[in-house]
């Protein structure tokens, strides 16, 4: 009986260890199939906020480069009006310079005119006072021949 009491708690404790494997075994691949899934959702999260990360530098990169470019244009519209209004600037200068050149040469002329008026007139003077005088003379000569 002993013996037999002895085999039977052998057997238990075999078959209890075999239980405790088997679920050690069942154990064991839920832990493995977890940890597995853990591994995937973690990948997966990382890759996630890689693609997240990526996606913001991108977007970061794109407002940069539009905020350059839109700082191009505004220099380039700020130098085309700096152009303009130096041109502009320019075109005054020397429309003032040949108002006032056309106005020396008119004032010029005019003095030229003057000049010539005034010549005319001394010389138109001078041959009345030259007829005049030679008039005076005659009628003296006639006069003088007559006495």
Not at 1 to 21: C, G, R
Not at 26 to 46: H, M, N, Q, R, W
Not at 65 to 92: F, N
Request: aromatic share 2%; charged share 30%.
């Amino acid at each position: 009986m002993t013996k037999q009491l002895f085999s039977l708690a052998i057997a238990a404790v075999l078959a209890t260890t075999a239980a405790y494997a088997e679920d050690q075994k069942k154990g064991d691949g839920i832990l493995k199939k977890t940890e597995k899934a853990i591994e995937k959702v973690g990948k997966g999260t990382v890759k996630g906020t890689e693609a997240l990360g990526k996606g913001a530098l991108k977007g970061t990169e794109a407002l940069g480069k539009g905020a350059l470019k839109g700082t191009e244009v505004a220099g380039k519209e700020v130098l085309k009006g700096t152009e303009a209004v130096g041109k502009g600037a320019l075109k005054g200068t020397e429309a003032v310079g040949k108002g006032a050149l056309k106005g020396t040469e008119a004032v010029g002329k005019g003095a030229l005119k003057g000049t010539e008026e005034v010549a005319k007139g001394t010389g138109n003077a001078v041959k009345k006072t030259g007829q005049e005088l030679s008039g005076k003379k005659k009628k003296t000569e006639s006069s003088n021949k007559s006495e």
